[in-house]
T-cell receptor, first 113, second 114 residues
Framework: AQTVTQSQPEMSVQEAETVTLSCTYD???????LFWYKQPPSRQMILVIR??????QNATENRFSVNFQKAAKSFSLKISDSQLGDAAMYFC??????????FGTGTRLQVFP | EPEVTQTPSHQVTQMGQEVILRCVPI?????FYWYRQILGQKVEFLVS????????KSEIFDDQFSVERPDGSNFTLKIRSTKLEDSAMYFC????????????FGPGTRLTVT
């Protein structure tokens, strides 16, 4: 069974600064996918970034990047040049291709001007 | 850009009543999912659906729940006799286009059972 752990219930960052959200996971599979989803107050789940476990290169999407450490089973999200609109809950998730997503408990990110 | 849609956005029902939550997945997707999120908690998997049948379901998805794809576009979740603890946000998601298998979520239906 897979598990996903987010040990930071809340984080805060100053506008324009960089913040890193932590996530660790556990799976016995070698082929899986990792995701970060953003949930703003509207509660919509928005895909931020994905990482295929077979890829060594860390995924990047504009200001969002990941630090994927497969041996350590760690998948952190770095947000650069933080903006007020980045304030939200962020959920880390793991899936085996078309299988269900297993989510962590989330990290609430506050962005201060 | 294609998106998953869900109706209604908010449903209020009395305990013991049946509710049907509706979803229209992205048109060329093959895999469909329902998740729920109790307020303040994490998102939990309920059921996945592929090729007109359930491929996996969680412990939450008991006999009170059922899913259906009645036509080529809609995907529904039915709760037969709602309980207070069914109050939650219900998300539909779909995937299966391309190689990356990411799931795209609808905006959710907030179910309130009184």
């Amino acid at each position: 069974a897979q598990t996903v752990t987010q040990s930071q219930p809340e984080m805060s960052v100053q506008e324009a600064e960089t913040v890193t959200l932590s996530c660790t996971y556990d799976t016995s599979e070698s082929d899986y996918y990792l995701f970060w989803y953003k949930q703003p107050p509207s509660r919509q789940m928005i895909l931020v970034i994905r990482q295929e476990a077979y890829k060594q290169q860390n995924a990047t999407e504009n200001r969002f990047s990941v630090n994927f450490q497969k041996a350590a089973k760690s998948f952190s999200l770095k947000i650069s040049d933080s903006q007020l609109g980045d304030a939200a809950m962020y959920f880390c998730a793991c899936a085996l291709n078309t299988d269900k997503l297993i989510f962590g408990t989330g990290t609430r990110l506050q962005v201060f001007p | 850009e294609p998106e998953v849609t869900q109706t209604p956005s908010h449903q209020v029902t009395q305990m013991g009543q049946e509710v049907i939550l509706r979803c229209v997945p992205i048109s060329n997707h093959l895999y469909f999912y329902w998740y729920r999120q109790i307020l303040g908690q994490k998102v939990e998997f309920l059921v996945s659906f592929y090729n007109n049948e359930i491929s996996e379901k969680s412990e939450i998805f008991d006999d009170q729940f059922s899913v259906e794809r009645p036509d080529g576009s809609n995907f529904t979740l039915k709760i037969r006799s709602t309980k207070l603890e069914d109050s939650a946000m219900y998300f539909c998601a779909s995937s299966g286009s391309g190689m990356t298998w990411e799931q795209y979520f609808g905006p959710g239906t907030r179910l309130t059972v009184t």
